[in-house]
C-alpha cells in the first residue's frame, strides 16, 4: 500500500519568515495530494491540494509543488503569521480508486513566533 | 447542510465495553469513510464504504465492524473496546467523481 513520510515533524519560524514541509510518496499510482491544517481539538481542514498533472498551485500565501518523478511534494507557506501555527498534514490518494481514501503523513507542528 | 455529523464528541469506556459511534451525512455523498488519529500522528484509514452495502476494510481495522445500510449513516463499532483504541475518531464524506473528504468534527474516545 501507499506510504507517506513528512518532514520535518516540527518547525519554529519568525513572524514574515517562509515555512516548508516536505513529504514523500510510494505508489506511483496516486494523482491526488492534499494539505491540511489541523488545530488544537479540531478536524482536519483542506487548505489546498494539488492533481498529478499539475507541478505547482498557488494561493495566497500558500502553495505546493509536486516532483512525480522523484514522488515528493512540498507545502510552502510565506508571511507567516500566528495564525498559521498548527499541524499541518499532507496526504494522498488515488483518485476514484477504493473510495478516494487518504494515507497520510505524520504532520508538522508549526509554529510562528510573534 | 449539516455537513458530517457524528456523535457522541466524547465518550469514556471501560475494557471490554462495547459501543457505536454515528456518523451521518446531509449531502448524498457515495463515499465514507472512518479514520482514527492517534497523538501526535496522522490519521489512519480504519474501514470505508463506497455506497450503500458495500464496505472495505483499511489499515487498521482490527477491533471495529461497520456497516452502510443508507447513504447517509455509517456507524463504527467496537465490540470489546481496548486501550489501544483510545483515540480520535473521525468520520468523512466524499462524492463519487470528487475528490475532497469532507470531515466530521470527531469523537474523542478514551478507555480506561
Known amino acids: 500500500g501507499e506510504n507517506v513520510e513528512q518532514h520535518p515533524s516540527t518547525l519554529s519560524v519568525q513572524e514574515g519568515d517562509s515555512a516548508v514541509i516536505k513529504c514523500t510518496y510510494s505508489?506511483?499510482?496516486?494523482?491526488?495530494f492534499p494539505w491540511y491544517k489541523q488545530e488544537l481539538g479540531k478536524r482536519p481542514q483542506l487548505i489546498i491540494d494539488?492533481?498529478?498533472?499539475?507541478g505547482e498551485k498557488k494561493d495566497q500565501r500558500i502553495a505546493v509543488t509536486l516532483n512525480k518523478t522523484a514522488k515528493h511534494f512540498s507545502l510552502h507557506i510565506t508571511e507567516t503569521q500566528p495564525e498559521d501555527s498548527a499541524v499541518y498534514f499532507c496526504?494522498?490518494?488515488?483518485?476514484?480508486?477504493?473510495?478516494?481514501?487518504?494515507?497520510f503523513g505524520g504532520g508538522t507542528r508549526l509554529m510562528v513566533k510573534p | 447542510n449539516a455537513g458530517v455529523t457524528q456523535t457522541p464528541k466524547f465518550q469514556v469506556l471501560k475494557t471490554g465495553q462495547s459501543m457505536t459511534l454515528q456518523c451521518a451525512q446531509d449531502?448524498?455523498?457515495?463515499?465514507m469513510s472512518w479514520y482514527r488519529q492517534d497523538p501526535g500522528m496522522g490519521l489512519r484509514l480504519i474501514h470505508y464504504?463506497?455506497?450503500?452495502?458495500?464496505?472495505d476494510q483499511g489499515e487498521v481495522p482490527n477491533g471495529y465492524n461497520v456497516s452502510r445500510s443508507t447513504t447517509e449513516d455509517f456507524p463504527l463499532r467496537l465490540l470489546s473496546a481496548a486501550p489501544s483504541q483510545t483515540s480520535v475518531y473521525f468520520c468523512a464524506s466524499s462524492r463519487r467523481g470528487g475528490v475532497e473528504q469532507y470531515f466530521g468534527p470527531g469523537t474523542r474516545l478514551t478507555v480506561t
Open positions: 449531502m448524498n455523498h457515495e463515499y
Open positions: 464504504s463506497v455506497g450503500a452495502g458495500i464496505t
Open positions: 496526504a494522498a490518494s488515488i483518485v476514484g480508486n477504493a473510495g478516494n481514501m487518504l494515507t
Open positions: 494539488i492533481r498529478s498533472n499539475v
Open positions: 505508489d506511483s499510482a496516486s494523482n491526488y
